[in-house]
Nanobody, 111 residues
Framework: VHLVESGGGLVQPGGSLRLSCAASGFSFRRYSMSWSRQAPGKERELVAS????????NYADSVKGRFTISRDNVKNTMYLQMNSLKPEDTAVYYC?????WGQGTQVTVSS
């Protein structure tokens, strides 16, 4: 199993970023996936999850209405569209399948 996140960076408050998670080594289309994040000094928290067919989606209260999780089962890729970003969204973002984690991508929201 291999999970590779990309798309992080530095963005101003109110800005947007789109994270990607490229998956390989398993039957991506058959399994639910999720995004989590970990800010400095804090525990890792679940941000959003998506069912295998992309229909069922769940979000942490802190990101509802601002973030959108999606997936492309042809490209074996999961996405996280992040809008209206706030400084408190600053964290390393990880994608997850079962017990497997990617290496993370840093998102920094600062003016």
């Amino acid at each position: 199993v291999h999970l590779v996140e990309s798309g992080g960076g530095l963005v101003q408050p109110g800005g947007s970023l789109r994270l990607s998670c490229a998956a390989s080594g398993f039957s991506f289309r058959r399994y639910s996936m999720s995004w989590s994040r970990q800010a400095p000094g804090k525990e890792r928290e679940l941000v959003a999850s998506i069912g295998s067919d992309g229909v069922i989606k769940n979000y942490a209260d802190s990101v509802k209405g601002r973030f959108t999780i999606s997936r492309d089962n042809v490209k074996n890729t999961m996405y996280l569209q992040m809008n209206s970003l706030k400084p408190e969204d600053t964290a390393v973002y990880y994608c997850r399948y079962n017990t497997y984690w990617g290496q993370g991508t840093q998102v920094t929201v600062s003016s």
